[in-house]
């Protein structure tokens, strides 16, 4: 299998132009909905989404490691697994897997990050959830609680399928301001 980028000729965190970004705003919205029908709503598993992203950065050279326990210290130590750890060279990455992604979640992110600054880990940590998701994430009962999440934790967002992964690394790429990180794999992901 092969990873390749989408739009090699723009590279990732580059400022879009207006047209370049309604262009990549309609193809995201309808990557979606071409989802959603197929899925006809039910989303990708835990599992399924953990094992995609992982295959997706597996692909592309980095070490994965799924169900990652870390232990922070203190007066009173807390246990807890990360979804997925991927490290290559120096960058690591952080991933929480959601299904379904609800305001609950941001919790857990909230904690996550705070575990990652407590402990000086310079590890970047994500929110990975199933394309179906996007409809809740852009909802705007959600929209601020997503761009505070981005902005204040450095929190990015990646939304997967069987064989597209698309990554988001902050709120301006999230808008399309910027350009996002779109993988596709030359088959799909089991």
Not at 79 to 106: C, N, P, T, Y
Not at 131 to 149: G, L, W, Y
Not at 164 to 170: A, E
Request: net charge negative.
């Amino acid at each position: 299998m092969k990873v390749q980028n989408l739009y090699p000729e723009i590279k990732q965190g580059t400022v879009l132009d207006k047209k370049s970004s309604k262009l990549l705003n309609k193809e995201f919205w309808e990557i979606v909905e071409v989802v959603s029908e197929r899925k006809k709503g039910y989303c990708l598993t835990h599992n399924r989404i953990q094992r995609i992203v992982g295959a997706f950065y597996e692909l592309r050279g980095w070490d994965v490691y799924y169900e990652v326990p870390f232990s922070s210290g203190g007066y009173q130590p807390r246990s807890v697994r990360f979804d997925l750890v991927a490290d290559k060279g120096k960058k690591q990455v952080v991933i929480e897997v959601k299904d379904w992604l609800d305001k609950r979640d941001f919790g857990q992110v909230n904690y996550y990050s705070n575990i990652l600054e407590n402990n000086k880990i310079k590890a970047k940590l994500y929110l990975a959830t199933d394309f179906i998701s996007a409809h809740n994430i852009f909802d705007p009962a959600m929209a601020d609680e997503i761009e505070e999440i981005m902005t204040r934790e450095n929190v990015g967002l990646i939304f997967a399928d069987k064989r597209l992964l698309v990554i988001f690394d902050n709120v301006q790429q999230l808008i399309f301001e910027e350009m996002p990180l779109w993988l596709m794999c030359d088959e799909e992901i089991k």
